[in-house]
């Protein structure tokens, strides 16, 4: 089968996002933002922002007040709460706040997002070990999850997100609580899934995790996008419309 090539296609696509919290907390507005297959952008900005308001748009945990997004070719507003496994299947989650379930094991904790998925146990077994080896865990397989310190809860959290290698995983904050060395074994691990062609959208007050980087970087501030640094050539034009944009206002004001 032959195929011409094709530039990326949009695997996130958000247009015109707002979100009002009750009575009047803006808590994003205006947002627009495409995410390309096989990307890794990074949401940064900062506390109060918006990084995980938006994140949570993007799994549709909560809906926006305003706009339009569609996640892997689904559109959110139109998903019916009975399909809402179909997006989960394809969007993974490491939630900053990790919630594991405290009385469970740390391979209990990552299984349960392949047992959901019918995946067979011997895979599942070999599946969570590599992924506590990877992220320097392997001796607390059998440790309650309650009994871990916050940066070992953090790569548990890590671990199920990525499980079922999901085509696209967000990572909400995912190295606040670690250490320089384990935060270069979980960005190992996300390039190791970008390369077979995993979209990530990584929210962090990390600058270290992008600085120097080609990737992406998205900062929210007070709920608007306030730059794009590292912006890819698909949205310079929407840049350079800010920037008129801007131009204007300011001639306006003089
Ligand atoms: N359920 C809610 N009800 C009311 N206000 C909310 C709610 N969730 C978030 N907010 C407000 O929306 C704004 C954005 O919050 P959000 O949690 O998205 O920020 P953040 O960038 O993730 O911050 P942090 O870096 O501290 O995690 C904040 O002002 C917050 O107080
Ligand atoms: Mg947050």
């Avoid at 919290?21 to 096989?38: E, F, K, M, R, T």
């Avoid at 070999?126 to 506590?132: E, V």
């Avoid at 190791?192 to 929210?203: E, K």
């Amino acid at each position: 089968m032959s195929q011409t090539p094709t530039t990326p296609s949009t695997i996130i696509d958000l247009i015109k996002i707002s979100k009002t919290y009750h009575p009047d907390i803006q808590a994003l507005a205006d947002i627009s933002l495409h995410v390309c297959q096989g990307e890794i952008i990074f949401l940064t900005g900062a506390s109060g922002a918006g990084k995980t308001t938006l994140r949570r748009l993007i799994s549709r945990i909560e809906k926006p007040t305003k706009g339009m997004i569609e996640v892997a070719g689904l559109d959110l507003a139109k998903l019916p709460r009975n399909k809402i496994h179909l997006l989960r299947r394809k969007v993974g989650t490491a939630y900053q706040d990790f919630k594991l379930l405290s009385d469970r094991t740390v391979a209990d904790n990552i299984a349960i997002a392949m047992e959901v998925m019918y995946r067979p146990s011997s895979y599942i077994e070999h599946r969570t070990r590599t992924l506590l080896d990877q992220l320097d865990l392997v001796k607390k397989y059998s440790t309650r999850a309650g009994d871990l310190s916050r940066g070992e809860q953090q790569r548990v959290a890590i671990a199920r997100a990525v499980a079922n290698n999901p085509e696209i995983v967000l990572a909400d904050e995912p190295t606040g609580n670690l250490d320089a060395e384990t935060t270069a074994r979980v960005m190992a691990l996300f390039h190791q899934l970008n390369r077979q062609g995993t979209t990530l959208l990584i929210a962090t007050h990390d600058r270290t995790l992008f600085e120097g980087t080609s990737h992406r970087v998205i900062e929210l501030r007070f709920g608007k996008i306030r730059s794009a640094a590292n912006e890819s050539p698909e949205n310079s034009d929407e840049l350079i419309g800010e920037l008129e944009e801007d131009l204007i206002s300011q001639e306006s004001e003089q």
